[in-house]
């Protein structure tokens, strides 16, 4: 079964510095790979996604993501982090495009604190 | 605009009484979900359904039952609730679709709190 690992439960960065959210994946094919983030509040807003080609994928607010195979790993980064980006940060990932359905398997978060 | 409608935003309710969640899309999705969210333990899936009248079980099923008669609506029912079922609720959809991917859209969320 597909299972997705987010070691850092907190992360706390000050702001203007760099970020890098750690995402490990466990799956029998090249899975599809996506990254979430969920302001208080509110429902999970889609920040970016991979499911084949260029192994750096850039999404909104200015993150990107980077697809390491050998690593089993989608994390994700951050140039320089803004005090609105703290938030809580979920992986998830879901079959591959050529078959398999649509449900996305979700880590367990990352809580991201940034410090003015 | 395009969204997932999740209704009401917040319930408090009593063991045993039953109660719906909505859950309504207008992007003519295929596929919806539900989803609950718990701390330490992320998003689980409940139930979802790939189309009109073909639903099937998630990780989590235990004590919910969900329909799907139209395209646009998904609803959550707990028939009984209890209070293990206190929880943050997400409903999402996506298109089957393949060119483009099927990343989801969420609604914002039900916070139940079962006494």
């Known amino acids: 079964a597909q299972s997705v690992t987010q070691p850092d439960i907190h992360i706390t960065v000050s702001e203007g510095a760099s970020l890098e959210l750690r995402c490990n994946y466990s799956?029998?094919?090249?899975?599809?790979l996506f990254w979430y983030v969920q302001s208080p509040g509110q429902g999970l807003q889609l920040l970016l996604k991979y499911f084949s080609g260029d192994t750096l994928v850039q999404g909104i607010k200015g993150f990107e993501a980077e697809f390491k195979r050998s690593q089993s790993s989608f994390n994700l980064r951050k140039p320089s982090v803004h005090w609105s980006d703290a938030a809580e940060y979920f992986c998830?990932?879901?079959?591959?495009?050529?078959?398999?359905?649509?449900?996305?398997?979700f880590g367990t978060g990352t809580q991201l604190k940034v410090e003015l | 605009e395009a969204q997932v409608t999740q209704n009401p935003r917040y319930l408090i309710t009593v063991t045993g009484k039953k109660l719906t969640v909505t859950c309504s899309q207008n992007m003519n999705h295929e596929y919806m979900s539900w989803y609950r969210q718990d701390p330490g333990l992320g998003l689980r899936q409940i139930y979802y359904?790939?189309?009109?009248?073909?639903?099937d079980k998630g990780d989590v099923p235990e004590g919910y039952k969900v329909s799907r008669k139209e395209k646009r609506n998904f609803p959550l029912i707990l028939e009984s609730p209890s209070p293990n079922q206190t929880s943050l609720y997400f409903c999402a959809s996506s298109s089957n679709g393949r060119r483009g991917g099927y990343g989801y859209t969420f609604g914002s969320g039900t916070r139940l709190t079962v006494v």
């Open positions: 799956y029998g094919a090249t899975p599809y």
């Open positions: 998830a990932v879901g079959p591959p495009l050529t078959g398999g359905g649509n449900k996305l398997t």
């Open positions: 359904s790939m189309n009109v009248e073909a639903t």
